[in-house]
Nanobody, 126 residues
Framework: QVQLVESGGGLVQAGGSLRLSCTPS????????MGWFRQAPGKEREVVAT????????YYSDSVKGRFTISRDNAKNTVNLQMTNMRPEDTAIYYC???????????????????WGQGTRVTVSS
């Protein structure tokens, strides 16, 4: 069974940092774009950051640009999201996802990602 497992969520004070990790199981996603998304209570899911198959290109939403960094290590089969200078509005459940319909490319839109993790909760206190 193919799974994506997120870890690293928790409670942090505003201005603090957290590092999320995503570890696939059942297969490798080394050829596929991957990304991080989030959904806050009462809001729609939104893209946070996506990266291409080798991590040489990244896309960030305006709300996290300059504060968050997405990275991937295909040798370790992990995708990470380093979050710094966090704000209360970053509070959400964060999901890792992969787009297995795309090889060697980049994906920007949540609807094009077809493999999703269960999510990890991030809470930023003011």
């Amino acid at each position: 069974q193919v799974q994506l497992v997120e870890s690293g969520g928790g409670l942090v004070q505003a201005g603090g940092s957290l590092r999320l990790s995503c570890t696939p199981s059942g297969r490798t996603f080394a050829l596929n774009p991957m990304g991080w998304f989030r959904q806050a209570p009462g809001k729609e899911r939104e893209v946070v950051a996506t990266t291409n198959y080798i991590g040489s290109a990244a896309y960030y939403s305006d709300s996290v640009k300059g504060r968050f960094t997405i990275s991937r290590d295909n040798a370790k089969n992990t995708v990470n999201l380093q979050m710094t200078n966090m704000r209360p509005e970053d509070t959400a459940i964060y999901y890792c996802a992969a787009d297995t319909h795309t090889d060697y490319g980049m994906t920007y839109v949540a609807d094009e990602f077809n493999i999703w993790g269960q999510g990890t909760r991030v809470t930023v206190s003011s």
